[in-house]
């Protein structure tokens, strides 16, 4: 049995961390990644060993034992008592948790892998000189993740979750000297740091639904009194939840939009959304651990744990309103982020866009019951957007060496946006003579730019090939894993008679199609459109296996959530039964007879989606594939007059931010500062010039009275002593005589 | 009881003590001086005689004070006496008023 020694997955590469930057095994760079790797693969070990054993206890088993808080699926430890409770940490292992371990272990394991080449350790002159200290954040961002999906309850769940936000922090600044050129006034300035910018975004935005998320449990735990699932997942919790108001409002509904404003910071939904594109500035491995595959997942488990809540919300007959306003938020959200993939030149901002859009898909599926397909599709896609953003790595490693290649070898090659940092004087002023760049430009130096690849499938086969398993996965072609838990999404909807919903799947999942297209024709299909796409060179072995990896996993990982085709033979579905029983925790009977229901291929919602993905690629192929686009060419879609600015502006949310909230929150800043200067600074300052006023009489006071009286004492007392010596005469008579008068004088005074 | 009255004793002792002292304050020789203070020692002796006798004849303090006044002038002029040769063996003088060295 191993399921008690849980706690020991997050603490491996906490471990390593510690060793890492304490011990200083940061001198070797190789033994630090070997480091990180190992812990994280003893990690992935016990991980798939206790699923194993999960399997074989069965999964109904598990998750009654964990609800009912028994060892060894659910190991806890009295932490502080609580009020009338005792507050407890440890470990909570049901069939969702166990399976995020399997699958972050796995694909945090590849990338693990992977980063190793991209930071370049083959070639000891142009490491990354922040090598070990990259690996240390990824094993402390691995643990974060980890103990997030084994917390027994928010408030410890709460705390994984802020060490994440630390870690993508840290991993997305982690060029934090990378500098950013902008063109301004009619030349290129360098302006703050871009890297280091794109951090703070990202920290500061998923602040904001983070404050969210500690009210809502704070709220939880005032209301129901706690945040332990295995307390939560009771039935008569989840019915006393349903009886409280908060304000006139029923208190679940208050408690769910506040959970779901954390998971819409940390999963980037439409309003905070902002900070993922921008985060793409981090290494790649950063973009595909943190913003692909895990991270932003945890948004969507946090909502997966928290579903009793969200399904118990809502009225008899009527839809919960939290389930109702994630799954409208994540509609719009799948949409509107996938147009703004349309028009991206980056070939990660595309990536980001469309994971932004998956992650909306996902939410949609939550909320519209789909809970299974929800968690089904948060598993598919991180192992085929992990193999996206790592292929998408290689492919900028690839147009890097092409460039360097192009420009000759006389550029130190440290990472992929270093170069930018380097560049001379005369290249600089080269720039400032280039005019203003219309949207469908981009520079000639640029590695991420799509406009400036074209035709690496010859010079990159193992990283195209891989790349086109991932894209096929993510576009819903049949086999892949996309397709199956996509098409489980969709049929849901549709099965319950959401026909919104469901069209709205079917457009993201044209729209993702298509901008997918877009993607691989600019950047594997047509001929090099620069020097740098004709010299790009294939990614070393210890990256482009983790790709060879991925790509299997992204192909039939998708099979375990297959549906029941067969019928009487029963070779789909197993993911189902596996998780059947888990979103219905503590809501009754009637519901889990729904949950465990079979579920079998519509052929019609499939055929649909297929229709549309087909129809993206179609569209993909017309535009991009028939005909390449040549070099400088200008980008077919740009031709389109307002919808182009629209989406390549991505809808001016930035702009609207930084002129609403942002100059906001700089104007109270002013506003502060000028409280702070010219009031509070004030009273300081008066407080301060009447004590000096004080202490002035004061230090007057002492030194004249105080230290006079002390000085004229000591001088009068020698004063009298050069006086008072004058009587000393050395005449023994004239003290004879004295003594004489004095006895007269006692003996007169001494008289009766 | 005697036919002199005690006043008259104290008259003698008082003026042989008035003497001594006259001589201890001005006589510049040290010899001269430790006389002077002899005389007055010798003026208390009357003194406590005649008290003795006057007012406690039955009681020996009297004596015994005297005797013990007598012993020590003795040995005080013996140490005078000696401070005084060692005094001018390296001063050449016993005039108190150039044995002043002992002074601000």
């Known amino acids: 049995m191993l399921a008690q020694y849980a706690l020991l997955i997050p603490l491996f590469p906490l471990l390593s961390f510690f060793a890492i930057v304490v011990l200083g095994f940061n001198r070797n760079k190789r033994l630090s990644s070997?480091?990180?790797?190992?812990?994280?693969?003893?990690?992935?070990i016990l991980s798939?060993?206790?699923?194993?054993?999960?399997?074989?206890?069965?999964?109904?088993?598990?998750?009654?034992?964990?609800?009912?808080?028994?060892?060894?699926?659910?190991?806890?430890?009295?932490?502080?008592?609580?009020?009338?409770?005792?507050?407890?940490?440890?470990?909570?292992?049901?069939?969702?948790?166990?399976?995020?371990?399997?699958?972050?272990?796995?694909?945090?394991?590849?990338?693990?892998?992977?980063?190793?080449?991209y930071m370049g350790i083959q070639d000891p002159a142009h490491t990354d000189p922040r090598y070990s200290r990259f690996f240390a954040f990824l094993s402390l961002?691995?643990?974060?993740?980890?103990?997030?999906?084994?917390?027994?309850?928010?408030?410890?769940?709460?705390?994984?979750?802020?060490?994440?936000?630390?870690?993508?922090?840290?991993?997305?600044?982690?060029?934090?000297?990378?500098?950013?050129?902008?063109?301004?006034?009619?030349?290129?300035?360098?302006?703050?740091?871009?890297?280091?910018?794109?951090?703070?975004?990202?920290?500061?935005?998923?602040?904001?639904?983070?404050?969210?998320?500690?009210?809502?449990?704070?709220?939880?735990?005032?209301?129901?009194?706690?945040?332990?699932?295995?307390?939560?997942?009771?039935?008569?919790?989840?019915?006393?939840l349903q009886e409280m108001t908060f304000f006139g409002v029923p208190a679940l509904i208050v408690i769910c939009l506040l959970l779901f404003m954390g998971a819409v910071g940390k999963s980037a939904q439409f309003p905070l959304h902002v900070w993922l594109p921008d985060a793409m500035a981090g290494p790649t491995p950063v973009s595909a651990m943190i913003h692909a595959a895990t991270m932003v997942a945890a948004g969507v488990f946090l909502i997966a744990r928290t579903y009793p809540l969200f399904a118990a919300a809502g009225a008899e007959g009527q839809p919960s309103v939290p389930l109702l306003t994630v799954a409208v938020i994540g509609a719009?959200?799948?949409?509107?982020?996938?147009?703004?993939?349309?028009?991206?030149?980056?070939?990660?901002?595309?990536?980001a866009f469309s994971t932004i859009s998956q992650l909306g898909l996902m939410f949609m599926a939550l909320g519209t019951g789909a809970w299974v397909a929800g968690v089904f599709h948060m598993l598919t896609h991180a192992f085929f957007k992990a193999l996206l953003f790592l292929g998408s790595g290689s492919v900028i490693h690839g147009m890097e060496h092409g460039l360097h290649h192009a420009h000759g070898e006389s550029h130190a090659h440290v990472s992929p946006t270093h170069h930018e940092a380097e560049m001379e004087d005369a290249?600089?002023?080269?720039?400032?003579?280039?005019p203003e760049m219309k949207s469908w430009e981009s520079e000639p130096d640029d590695p991420q730019s799509v406009y400036n690849m074209g035709g690496l499938r010859h010079r990159m086969p193992a990283t195209f090939w891989t790349y086109m398993m991932g894209v096929l996965a993510l576009t819903g072609i049949p086999i892949w894993a996309g397709f199956w838990s996509k098409d489980e999404i969709l049929a849901h909807a549709f099965e319950t008679g959401q026909y919104g919903f469901w069209l709205v799947g079917l457009l993201a999942t044209f729209m993702t199609a298509f901008y997918m297209a877009r993607q691989v024709f600019l950047v594997f299909f047509g001929q090099p459109r620069t020097d740098a796409a004709t010299h790009a060179a294939e990614s070393v072995r210890s990256m482009t296996i983790p790709l060879m990896v991925l790509a299997v996993f992204s192909t039939f990982v998708g099979l375990v959530g297959m549906p029941d085709i067969v019928g009487p033979f029963h070779i789909g579905g197993w993911l189902h039964h596996w998780l059947a029983l888990v979103p219905t925790t503590g809501l009754g009977e009637e519901a889990v007879a729904e949950a465990t229901a079979p579920t079998s291929l519509n052929v019609l919602v499939a055929g649909a989606a297929l229709g549309a993905a087909g129809l993206g690629w179609l569209v993909g192929y017309l535009l991009y594939g028939r005909k390449a686009l040549p070099a400088a060419g200008r980008d077919p879609l740009s031709r389109i007059p307002v919808i182009w600015d629209v989406l390549w502006n991505k809808y001016w949310v930035d702009q609207f931010y930084s002129k609403t909230f942002i100059a906001l929150t700089m104007l109270l800043a002013r506003v502060g500062n000028f409280i702070d200067r010219y009031i509070i600074d004030a009273i300081v300052n008066l407080f301060g010039g009447v004590t000096r006023w004080f202490s002035s009489i004061f230090r007057w006071f002492d030194s004249t009275i105080v230290d006079g009286a002390v000085n004229w004492l000591g001088l009068g007392t020698g004063e009298a002593g050069q006086w008072m010596r004058l009587l000393q005469t050395g005449i023994v008579q004239n003290y004879l005589l004295v003594v004489f008068v004095a006895i007269v004088l006692i003996a007169f005074l001494l008289r009766r | 009881m005697p036919s002199i009255p005690l006043q008259w004793y104290l008259i003698v002792a008082a003026a042989l003590f008035c003497i001594g002292l006259y001589g201890a304050l001005v006589r510049r020789n040290a010899v001269a001086i430790l006389m002077g203070v002899e005389l007055m020692l010798n003026a208390v002796n009357i003194n406590l005689v005649a008290f003795w006798r006057y007012i406690t004849p039955t009681n020996m303090n009297g004596q015994v004070f005297a005797i013990f006044i007598i012993a020590l002038a003795a040995a005080e002029a013996a140490v005078g006496l000696a401070l005084f040769i060692a005094i001018y063996r390296t001063r050449d003088t016993v005039n108190v008023e150039e044995i002043n060295l002992l002074k601000f």
């Open chain 1, 34 to 44: 070997n480091i990180a790797i190992g812990a994280l693969a003893l990690s992935g």
């Open chain 1, 48 to 117: 798939y060993l206790i699923f194993i054993q999960a399997m074989g206890v069965g999964a109904d088993r598990v998750l009654e034992a964990a609800v009912n808080g028994e060892a060894p699926w659910a190991t806890l430890w009295n932490w502080a008592p609580l009020g009338t409770s005792t507050f407890q940490v440890g470990t909570y292992l049901d069939p969702v948790s166990i399976l995020m371990l399997v699958m972050v272990t796995t694909v945090g394991l590849m990338i693990f892998i992977y980063a190793q080449g």
């Open chain 1, 141 to 240: 961002f691995a643990c974060g993740m980890l103990g997030f999906v084994i917390s027994p309850n928010l408030i410890q769940a709460l705390v994984f979750w802020e060490l994440m936000g630390l870690c993508s922090f840290l991993l997305i600044g982690f060029w934090f000297d990378n500098p950013k050129r902008v063109y301004r006034n009619g030349r290129w300035t360098t302006v703050g740091v871009e890297n280091s910018n794109a951090a703070k975004k990202a920290f500061l935005t998923t602040r904001i639904g983070d404050v969210g998320l500690f009210l809502g449990i704070t709220l939880l735990s005032m209301i129901g009194g706690s945040t332990q699932w295995n307390v939560l997942y009771q039935p008569e919790t989840i019915a006393r």
């Open chain 1, 332 to 351: 719009f959200t799948s949409v509107f982020a996938a147009s703004i993939g349309f028009a991206q030149a980056d070939i990660k901002r595309i990536l």
């Open chain 1, 427 to 434: 290249e600089m002023e080269l720039l400032e003579r280039v």
